[in-house]
Nanobody, 119 residues
Framework: QVQLVESGGGLVQAEASLRLSCAAS????????MGWFRQAPGKEREFVAA????????SYRDSVKGRFTISRDNAKNTVYLQMNSLKPEDTAHYYC????????????WGQGTQVTVSS
């Protein structure tokens, strides 16, 4: 079992910055990769960014490249999403998820944190 808790969301104006945090607990030793996803009302959930726990190049969806940065702190079992130059279209509920070693999908999800960007 892996538990994920997101924090750091809020209401900000366009061009502002936020940093989301996702703290993992439980069987954290089994985590291979952690990712961020988001879902806006009436829209499908979409991939935002992901990072392999042990290293390697992170990945991002095209619309956030150059603005968002995913990072990790292994000692704290925490992954971050630094969001700069926020746009109204970034408004969504943001979720973190964990993929375990030898598994193809994300099995564990947090409750999410709301990000609202006003103009």
């Amino acid at each position: 079992q892996v538990q994920l808790v997101e924090s750091g969301g809020g209401l900000v104006q366009a061009e502002a910055s936020l940093r989301l945090s996702c703290a993992a607990s439980g069987r954290t030793f089994s985590i291979y990769e952690m990712g961020w996803f988001r879902q806006a009302p009436g829209k499908e959930r979409e991939f935002v960014a992901a990072i392999v726990w042990s290293g390697g190049s992170p990945s991002y969806r095209d619309s956030v490249k150059g603005r968002f940065t995913i990072s990790r702190d292994n000692a704290k079992n925490t992954v971050y999403l630094q969001m700069n130059s926020l746009k109204p279209e970034d408004t969504a509920h943001y979720y973190c998820a964990a993929r375990q070693t030898n598994m193809s999908g994300y099995a564990f999800w947090g409750q999410g944190t709301q990000v609202t960007v006003s103009s």
